[in-house]
């Protein structure tokens, strides 16, 4: 009698849950702070009373949402050269969650992270023809496609509902992102201060989720 007690509690306390991810930004490059906006789905695991863990995969899709690229300055020869740059990425975040109080309704929790973020952008010239001071046309060569992964990893803390029901979770994650402090252009393009070009060595995650349970 006893033995099926205890099994019929561990079997309440372990609950397994689907994540929508509304909202959710990103700190990757040094400029903008948060150039990016996600969405995307997870999936939760209670395993007791206190310890939780999910999985989540994330999509930029701010540019995708703007009516064009982005615009981007970059300068040649003593010239300032207008580039279009499609910045994309793609992110995996493995966490754990220790609850602070009850977790049986709304509560704070604190835990770990770590992640995988692909990077992609792609230059191309903005389709003017550009001169040097005397008139004559500058040939402009393009930017190298960048394909970058980073490695954040860090502190998750935040507040949210019971895993088996229907729960809101707002969360925030910071600490170090591993590859990142460098500068993704190369060649004569490499070193310059202009946004998209250089990552963040801080990892910093704001979001919002919503997520229903069993």
């Not at 604190?110 to 992609?120: A, D, E, H, Q, V």
């Not at 389709?127 to 393009?142: C, E, F, M």
């Not at 803390?157 to 190369?186: E, N, P, W």
Request: with cysteine.
């Amino acid at each position: 009698m006893g033995v099926s007690l205890l099994l019929a509690g561990a079997a309440v306390a372990q609950s397994t849950a689907i994540r929508l991810i509304l909202g959710e930004g990103q700190k990757v490059y040094r400029k903008p702070a948060f150039g990016n906006y996600c969405v995307g789905f997870g999936m939760d695991r209670s395993f007791n009373d206190k310890l939780t863990a999910g999985l989540d995969v994330t999509f930029d899709v701010s540019h995708a949402l703007k009516a064009g690229p982005e615009y981007v300055y970059l300068e040649l020869s003593g010239n300032s050269i207008g580039y279009t740059m499609k910045p994309s990425m793609l992110s995996l975040n493995y966490h754990t969650e220790y609850a602070l109080g009850d977790d049986d309704g709304t509560h704070g929790y604190i835990g770990t992270f770590i992640g995988l973020r692909f990077l992609k952008q792609k230059w191309t010239s903005d389709g003017y023809v550009n001169v040097d001071t005397y008139g004559n046309p500058i040939s402009v060569p393009a930017p190298r496609p960048v394909s970058k992964m980073l490695v954040p990893l860090g502190i998750r803390f935040g507040v949210r509902g019971a895993t088996d029901a229907g729960f809101m979770d707002l969360y925030c994650a910071m600490g170090y992102q591993i590859g990142g402090g460098k500068h993704l252009l190369s060649g004569e393009f490499a070193k310059q201060a202009v946004k998209y070009a250089e990552t963040s060595p801080l990892a910093l995650t704001l979001g919002l989720a919503y997520g229903f349970g069993w």
